[in-house]
């Protein structure tokens, strides 16, 4: 066949490839969460813990505000992520695997967990295609860009104004000329977030000089001398006593809302035990069903009325619950009764303390040096969950 008729060709399939799109009915690779039925319809994943997990990656994003906190927050409590299975003996499988900053930023930035129909989201840019390879130069376009985006098409995890502002937080965490970024780990509190009001507005620096003593923090501005090698600091503020006036007018400013504050934290924390609390209980009923029904352990001591099961030889006695379970299952199942999530007693403490500060308000030199800060950014997380 001629090349212009092939060329033919594959504009025609394209361009029915594409007008299926823009009706909803091609099918596009589902993310974490969904599954599609064998009649082409997509619907939530039919594992309950799987629908749980997903939910929770959302809500302590919503909580957090970051990829990275979301990370070592899943990385901490043990939490695996649901992948189903797309190929090979075991597809269509359930199977669990460890969290990755990249799997979440996909989850993130995926519109479909907000219900929205997407294609062309990946489109190829042709100075990045390499000759004689078709599926490489693929890059992220923005929403504006995409080939197709039907809204309310496919069952939603969050709203599209959830998925709108997860996006926005996102990209205001980039460190760039618009965005001062997350917020960094240190003692200055305004670090990211002062702008030099005598050489146009540009973004002072936090510092932490090092030597013997270690010297508290302080806030500079060296753009001229940075970026032109001419004249020498434009200011230097003492990091101190800024924070420390920054963090009594925040203080001051929330004090009459400081016990709707306090509660709705209060309900926040209680919420983030309850998900974990049932997330444990997920798993630990799947160990069960994975490691068969409970089997009791016959012995000739059974007839006597007497239980081997139930003591030791140095006469400890092993729990009913677990004398019900075969000898194969304890391992897993002692494992995940260790695994359940405590409370959370230093959070009690810091939510008290909190209230303390919101309702009553420190004395004058109760304080001590670096509690402002901590204040604040505790202010900050608390605004941030019930945004």
Same mark, same amino acid.
């Given at each position: 066949?001629?090349?212009?008729?092939?060329?033919? +060709?594959?504009?025609?399939?394209?361009?029915?490839?594409?007008?299926?799109?823009?009706?909803?009915?091609?099918?596009?690779?589902?993310?974490?969460?969904?599954?599609?039925?064998?009649?082409?319809?997509?619907?939530?994943?039919?594992?309950?813990?799987?629908?749980?997990?997903?939910?929770?990656?959302?809500?302590?994003?919503?909580?957090?505000?970051?990829?990275?906190?979301?990370?070592?927050?899943?990385?901490?409590?043990?939490?695996?992520?649901?992948?189903?299975?797309?190929?090979?003996?075991?597809?269509?499988?359930?199977?669990?695997?460890?969290?990755?900053?990249?799997?979440?930023?996909?989850?993130?930035?995926?519109?479909?967990?907000?219900?929205?129909?997407?294609?062309?989201?990946?489109?190829?840019?042709?100075?990045?295609?390499?000759?004689?390879?078709?599926?490489?130069?693929?890059?992220?376009? %923005?929403?504006?860009?995409?080939?197709?985006?039907?809204? %309310?098409?496919?069952?939603?995890? +969050?709203? #599209?104004?959830?998925?709108?502002?997860?996006?926005?937080?996102?990209?205001?965490?980039?460190?760039? #000329?618009?965005?001062?970024?997350?917020?960094?780990?240190?003692?200055?509190?305004?670090?990211?977030?002062?702008?030099?009001?005598?050489?146009?507005?540009?973004?002072?620096?936090?510092?932490?000089?090092?030597?013997?003593?270690?010297?508290?923090?302080?806030?500079?501005?060296?753009?001229?001398?940075?970026?032109?090698?001419?004249?020498?600091?434009?200011?230097? +503020?003492?990091?101190?006593?800024?924070?420390?006036?920054?963090?009594?007018?925040?203080?001051?400013?929330?004090?009459?809302?400081?016990?709707?504050?306090?509660?709705?934290?209060?309900?926040?924390?209680?919420?983030?035990? #309850?998900?974990? %609390?049932?997330?444990?209980?997920?798993?630990?009923?799947?160990?069960?069903?994975?490691?068969?029904?409970?089997?009791? +352990?016959?012995?000739?001591?059974?007839?006597?009325?007497?239980?081997?099961?139930?003591?030791?030889?140095?006469?400890?006695?092993?729990?009913?619950?677990?004398?019900?379970?075969?000898?194969?299952?304890?391992?897993?199942?002692?494992?995940?009764?260790?695994?359940?999530?405590?409370?959370?007693?230093?959070?009690?403490?810091?939510?008290?303390?909190?209230?303390?500060?919101?309702?009553?308000?420190?004395?004058?030199?109760?304080?001590?040096? %670096?509690?402002?800060?901590?204040?604040?950014?505790?202010?900050?997380?608390?605004?941030?969950?019930?945004?």
């Amino acid at each position: 066949m001629p090349e212009a008729g092939t060329f033919l +060709i594959r504009q025609r399939m394209l361009g029915a490839k594409r007008a299926k799109a823009e009706r909803g009915e091609l099918a596009i690779p589902l993310p974490t969460g969904y599954v599609r039925r064998p009649s082409g319809e997509v619907a939530f994943d039919p594992d309950e813990q799987a629908q749980h997990v997903v939910r929770l990656v959302f809500a302590t994003f919503s909580r957090l505000g970051t990829l990275n906190a979301v990370l070592r927050y899943l990385a901490e409590h043990e939490v695996q992520l649901p992948v189903r299975v797309h190929a090979g003996p075991s597809e269509g499988e359930l199977e669990w695997h460890r969290p990755a900053r990249e799997t979440l930023q996909n989850m993130l930035h995926n519109p479909v967990y907000a219900g929205y129909y997407a294609y062309g989201r990946r489109q190829a840019g042709p100075r990045r295609k390499l000759p004689g390879r078709p599926a490489t130069g693929r890059v992220v376009k %923005d929403s504006g860009e995409w080939l197709v985006l039907l809204p %309310d098409r496919l069952p939603a995890y +969050i709203t #599209a104004e959830e998925h709108q502002a997860n996006v926005a937080r996102m990209a205001a965490n980039r460190q760039t #000329a618009a965005s001062p970024g997350a917020p960094r780990g240190g003692a200055a509190l305004l670090a990211g977030l002062l702008r030099c009001g005598r050489c146009g507005r540009h973004r002072m620096t936090a510092r932490y000089p090092d030597g013997p003593g270690r010297r508290p923090h302080n806030y500079t501005c060296a753009f001229y001398q940075v970026n032109y090698g001419a004249g020498g600091l434009c200011q230097h +503020i003492a990091g101190p006593a800024l924070d420390a006036y920054i963090a009594g007018q925040v203080l001051a400013a929330v004090a009459p809302a400081a016990l709707e504050v306090s509660m709705a934290a209060a309900a926040q924390a209680e919420n983030e035990r #309850a998900a974990l %609390d049932k997330l444990w209980q997920q798993r630990l009923e799947r160990a069960m069903r994975r490691t068969g029904p409970a089997a009791s +352990i016959s012995s000739p001591s059974r007839r006597t009325g007497s239980s081997p099961a139930s003591s030791k030889p140095d006469g400890r006695t092993r729990s009913p619950s677990l004398q019900r379970l075969p000898r194969r299952a304890m391992p897993l199942q002692v494992a995940l009764r260790r695994a359940r999530p405590r409370p959370d007693r230093e959070l009690d403490l810091v939510l008290h303390e909190v209230a303390q500060h919101r309702v009553e308000g420190p004395e004058p030199g109760e304080r001590g040096e %670096d509690e402002p800060d901590d204040v604040l950014r505790l202010l900050v997380r608390v605004k941030g969950g019930l945004a």
